[in-house]
């Protein structure tokens, strides 16, 4: 059973940035079949997905968070990061990483198995 | 990119069917076989519930199935049960400039 879990400072003051990792068990970060993703959720609010990682390094990032954001894979470690430079307090979110799976046809089809998110407020 | 269109609210009471509409544009649902549904209850991660358009994962009941027409995507849920109570997100691929668009969610409640 695959199963994801984020760490990382669960405050960050506004205009710093926010780092969190995601570590990966049951499963391989160098699998060829499968992305891994951060995906957020401020209170109250929808899902949005941020970006997604290959064991390769190849990175895909949301458009409007793309000059901020930075997600990368350590496969030694099983692990993958998310940096989020020049935090507001619309950056405050439960932040959830995911595996991304990867169809046949190399497309990103959808998120099959998720961390149990974890809460991160940007303060002033 | 925007996000896809869901309505805020559904219901029905248990027994009964609710279909959930996820609206996108030829760039996203319209233009790709990669729709996935997600259901998330309170305090809890999302659960992919339908990935490419109509195809279940292993585990989810045969409740749940989806379909898509056009740039309109649907979820339907048969035979409602208590548990089935949460809110459902769409998501398609937006091509590779957008790997995962979501939808805006929907509130379903069982009467």
């Known amino acids: 059973q695959v199963q994801l879990q984020e760490s990382g400072p669960g405050l960050v003051k506004s205009s710093e940035t926010l780092s969190l990792t995601c570590t990966v068990s049951g499963g391989s970060t160098s699998s060829r079949n499968y992305y891994w993703g951060w995906i957020r959720q401020p209170p109250g609010k929808g899902l949005e997905w941020i970006g997604s990682?290959?064991?390769?390094?190849?990175?895909y990032y949301n458009p409007s968070l793309k000059s901020r954001v930075t997600i990368s894979v350590d496969t030694s470690k099983n692990q993958f990061s998310l940096k989020l430079s020049s935090v507001t307090a619309a950056d405050t979110a439960v932040y959830y990483c995911?595996?991304?799976?990867?169809?046949?046809?190399?497309?990103?089809?959808?998120?099959?198995?998720w961390g149990q998110g974890a809460l991160v407020t940007v303060s002033s | 990119q925007s996000a896809l269109t869901q309505p805020p609210s559904a219901s029905g009471s248990p027994g009964q069917s609710v279909t959930i509409s996820c609206t996108g544009t030829s760039s996203d649902v319209g233009g790709y076989n990669y729709v996935s549904w997600y259901q998330q209850h309170p305090g809890k991660a999302p659960k992919l519930m339908i990935y490419e358009v109509s195809k279940r994962p292993s585990g989810v009941p045969d409740r749940f199935s989806g379909s898509k027409s056009g740039s309109t995507a649907s979820l339907t849920v048969s035979g409602l049960q208590a548990e089935d109570e949460a809110d459902y997100y769409c998501s398609s691929y937006g091509g590779s400039n957008n790997l995962g668009v979501f939808g805006t969610g929907t509130k379903v409640t069982v009467l």
């Open positions: 995911a595996r991304h799976n990867r169809h046949s046809s190399g497309v990103c089809s959808s998120f099959d198995y």
């Open positions: 990682v290959y064991y390769s390094g190849t990175t």
